[in-house]
T-cell receptor, first 113, second 113 residues
Framework: DAGITQSPRHKVTETGTPVTLRCHQT?????MYWYRQDPGHGLRLIHY???????DKGEVSDGYSVSRSKTEDFLLTLESATSSQTSVYFC????????????FGSGTRLTVV | GESVGLHLPTLSVQEGDNSIINCAYS??????FIWYKQESGKGPQFIID?????DKRQGQRVTVLLNKTVKHLSLQIAATQPGDSAVYFC????????????FGTGTSLTVIP
């Protein structure tokens, strides 16, 4: 997706290890979000950011932390990965006026074994 | 919390036929809705939006209908093509919640050649 990239695209990690996913945008959008997508649950908000060093929790934030030191980067860290965190993670960006909703990245497929 | 759901998890249509995907929402205060399309291995992409002061909006081959009385919206795709095969989500937003959207679980559309 133009203007927003996620890395890595795929990752397999072991239970108990820390994992960091990166979201990078070139759109200079103020708002950034991390979602996870699981069958039967749709997209669920993990954390979001309304600006540099301004972050807040979403509905499924337990076991996750985020950081945003620059406008363009939003990092999601799984402090100690568990099998229940196996999922597809999407980063999204938006402008404050909510018009057109979010622009999503291509996702990171994370498998915790 | 918000509740946005879809009536049918899967839908198969013949190429050239029209498709109708439905979505129910529970928050009567919701005033902005978006339909997203998600192709396999990609992030959701904006298709069309509608505000609560409208009951119909048309795009290229797509039409969204909003019935606020029964809290229901639908996405109609005319002359469905193989490239329309994807998962379709509705998302709703309420001005009071700022920029946060809530997503349905999705309907998988398969177009049969």
């Amino acid at each position: 997706d133009a203007g927003i990239t996620q890395s890595p695209r795929h990752k397999v990690t072991e239970t108990g290890t820390p994992v960091t996913l990166r979201c990078h945008q070139t759109e200079n959008h103020r708002y950034m979000y991390w979602y996870r997508q699981d069958p039967g649950h749709g997209l669920r908000l993990i954390h979001y950011s309304y600006g540099v060093k301004d972050t807040d929790k979403g509905e499924v934030s337990d076991g996750y932390s985020v950081s945003r030191s620059k406008t363009e980067d939003f990092l999601l860290t799984l402090e100690s990965a568990t099998s229940s965190q196996t999922s597809v993670y999407f980063c999204a960006i938006s402008e404050p006026d909510r018009i057109y909703g979010y622009t999503f990245g291509s996702g990171t497929r994370l498998t915790v074994v | 919390g918000e509740s946005v759901g879809l009536h049918l998890p899967t839908l198969s249509v013949q190429e050239g036929d029209n498709s109708i995907i439905n979505c129910a929402y529970s928050n009567s205060a919701s005033d902005y809705f978006i339909w997203y399309k998600q192709e396999s291995g990609k992030g959701p992409q904006f298709i069309i939006d509608i505000r609560s002061n409208m009951d119909k909006r048309q795009g290229q081959r797509v039409t969204v209908l909003l019935n606020k009385t029964v809290k229901h919206l639908s996405l109609q795709i005319a002359a469905t093509q193989p490239g329309d095969s994807a998962v379709y989500f509705c998302a709703e937003n309420t001005l009071s919640t700022g920029n946060q959207f809530y997503f349905g679980t999705g309907t998988s559309l398969t177009v049969i050649p």
